[in-house]
C-alpha cells in the first residue's frame, strides 16, 4: 500500500523518545512513528479474509464446528 505524508505533532519528550528509539535501531524517526501508527490501528482493522476455524468458546467449554478440535485432534500445549 503507498503511504501518503501527513504531518504529526508530538510533544519534546516523545519525540526525544522517537529519536533515541530510532538512534538504537538504526532507522529513520518515521519509521518509529509508522510501527506506532500501525500497532495503534493493528486492533481495529477489518479483515478481508475471514479466520479459518473456529474460536473456543470459554462460558460454554466447547469448539465451534471446523476447529482442530472438534475434528478430534489434540490441542497443542
Known sequence: MPS?????????EDLAVIREAARGRGVTDSEI????????????RVLDEPLNGRVWDGDQG???EGSALAS?????R
Open 62 to 64: 466447547s469448539v465451534g
Open 33 to 44: 512513528i509508522v510501527e506506532g501508527i500501525r500497532l495503534a490501528t493493528m486492533p481495529i
Open 72 to 76: 478430534g485432534d489434540e490441542p497443542r
Open 4 to 12: 501518503k505524508r501527513i504531518t504529526v505533532y508530538a510533544d519534546a
